[in-house]
């Protein structure tokens, strides 16, 4: 886990993250903060494992944990998150030690984490991960939440 820890100590990484913080201060819900990455991180490997998919442990790690990070963007430049995040991420991983062919694969990731698109590849653990993150069963803003109901985790889910 050599190179996750790099790009958590990675200076542009942290700041992405306060960018992230200061955005979402007055969200009560569903924040895209290190809590959120970290349980899609968790989630998304023990679905690798489950399934027997077979993917780097780094690799689910590094997506998951740069996934939203441009969230900030999209609330202000209104540049979908997901192409942001992938745009910040793309220096980060080169710095952290990522082949051009693994950062490929999180980059395709990233971009497509917010679609639903069955294969068991990366961007599919990515998406499921992301959605089972939440624990919208125990949520106090549940009420204030702008996901349509049927797609709420009104039960835990894994």
């Known amino acids: 886990m050599e190179r996750i820890n790099r790009i958590l100590h990675h200076p542009d990484y942290q700041n992405y993250l306060e960018?992230?913080?200061?955005?979402?201060?007055?969200?009560?819900?569903?924040?895209?903060?290190?809590?959120?990455?970290?349980?899609?991180?968790r989630i998304a490997m023990l679905l690798n494992l489950q399934e027997n998919l077979q993917i780097e442990q780094e690799i689910v790690y590094a997506a998951a944990i740069l996934h939203d990070i441009g969230r900030f963007k999209q609330y202000r430049e209104q540049i979908p998150h997901e192409l942001a995040s992938a745009k910040l991420a793309l220096p980060i991983l080169k710095d952290c030690g990522f082949s051009d062919e693994e950062i490929a694969y999180i980059l395709d990731a990233i971009t497509a984490h917010r679609r639903n698109e069955g294969a068991d590849n990366l961007a599919d653990l990515l998406y499921r991960a992301d959605k089972m993150s939440r624990d919208c069963f125990a949520c106090p803003a549940k009420a204030a939440c702008n996901w349509p109901d049927e797609k709420k985790n009104h039960i835990l889910i894994l």
């Open 19 to 41: 960018e992230n913080i200061a955005a979402e201060k007055d969200r009560v819900f569903c924040r895209h903060n290190m809590e959120h990455f970290l349980a899609v991180a």
